[in-house]
T-cell receptor, first 117, second 107 residues
Framework: QVQLQQWGGGLLKPSETLSLNCDVS????????WSWIRQPPGKGLEWIGE???????NYNPSLKSRVTISVDSSKNQFSLEVRSVTAADTAVYYC???????????WGQGTLATVSS | DIQMTQSPSSLSASVGDRVTITCRAS??????LNWYQQIAGKAPKLLIY???DLQTGVPSRFSGSGSGTEFTLTLSSLQPDDFATYYC?????????FGQGTKLEIK
């Protein structure tokens, strides 16, 4: 079955870089969009961006200048990097599969990233 | 960006009740609308995609309708597991924005 296992995050200081990884098992990366979504504590969901198998990415303009999503198809993994973090980047980050018009149907377990001096 | 507005923001109901949550888009999104359920501390779960298609494995008491700018999620007979927060999301154009959420609580 399809599983997304993510790791990274933790406690960061302002201006540091947040790095998260997501390992996909049970399905090839081909044919889907692979997304990152975040949720600040007690708040709603924010779409960060997505990438496909071939490495074509698409970002939320609100974060585009600080975010990079990359893919390693040989390992069936994709990654998120958020640069120059501030307290506003404190959130649970989710990796997920977007089934192209059929919704975001598989999610990672979520990883908390806390930015504090 | 397309703004998604849900109403109500919170709702109290009893087991067995029928409830409806509304999601409005700031511009037409055809039927590119998805609904998710999130239980506290867990990842969201896809319930409905393309406005009215039930995701595999989701109970038939969940249903969705609408097109254009107005959409509804209906739970026909609330069960204890249904008390959660519900989000709509548009997949019409990037960035794929979510509604602010509707928290469904036990009365």
């Amino acid at each position: 079955q399809v599983q997304l296992q993510q790791w990274g995050g933790g406690l960061l200081k302002p201006s540091e870089t947040l790095s998260l990884n997501c390992d996909v098992s049970g399905v090839s990366l081909r044919g889907y969009q692979w997304s990152w979504i975040r949720q600040p504590p007690g708040k709603g969901l924010e779409w960060i961006g997505e990438i496909n198998y071939s490495g074509t990415s698409n970002y939320n303009p609100s974060l585009k200048s600080r975010v990079t999503i990359s893919v390693d198809s040989s390992k069936n993994q994709f990654s998120l990097e958020v640069r120059s973090v501030t307290a506003a980047d404190t959130a649970v980050y989710y990796c997920a599969r977007d089934d192209l018009g059929s919704g975001i149907d598989y999610w990672g377990q979520g990883t908390l990233a806390t930015v504090s001096s | 960006d397309i703004q998604m507005t849900q109403s109500p923001s919170s709702l109290s109901a009893s087991v067995g009740d029928r409830v409806t949550i509304t999601c409005r888009a700031s511009q037409s999104i055809a039927t590119y609308l998805n609904w998710y359920q999130q239980i506290a501390g867990k990842a969201p779960k896809l319930l409905i995609y393309a406005a009215s298609d039930l995701q595999t494995g989701v109970p038939s008491r969940f249903s969705g309708s609408g097109s254009g700018t107005e959409f509804t999620l209906t739970l026909s007979s609330l069960q204890p597991d249904d008390f959660a927060t519900y989000y709509c999301q548009q997949s019409y154009s990037s960035p794929y924005t979510f509604g602010q959420g509707t928290k469904l609580e036990i009365k």
